[in-house]
């Protein structure tokens, strides 16, 4: 549920901030596959991998953060 969570808000904001899912994971240095299955929410981000998008995205991680966590 979690993860669901976190993916709906990066995939969200990765639209909102005009990003391919190609051009998004290359900033990031992950594969596609991997951002695909955190946006997904079939894998939990790590600290690591949110503060990233938080930084790639110029986004605190507060707003990144969904509700309720």
């Known amino acids: 549920m979690e993860a669901e969570k976190w993916g709906r808000r990066i995939r969200a904001y990765r639209k909102l ?3 391919t899912q190609e051009s998004f994971a290359k900033d990031l240095g992950v594969s596609v596959s991997v951002l695909g299955e955190v946006e997904r929410g079939n894998r939990l981000p790590s600290e690591q991998f949110i503060q990233d ?3 790639a995205l110029n986004v605190t991680i507060e707003e990144l953060t969904p509700e309720g966590n």
Do not use: S, T, W
Request: aromatic share 16%; glycine share 16%.
């Open 53 to 55: 998008v938080a930084k």
């Open 17 to 19: 901030k005009g990003y």
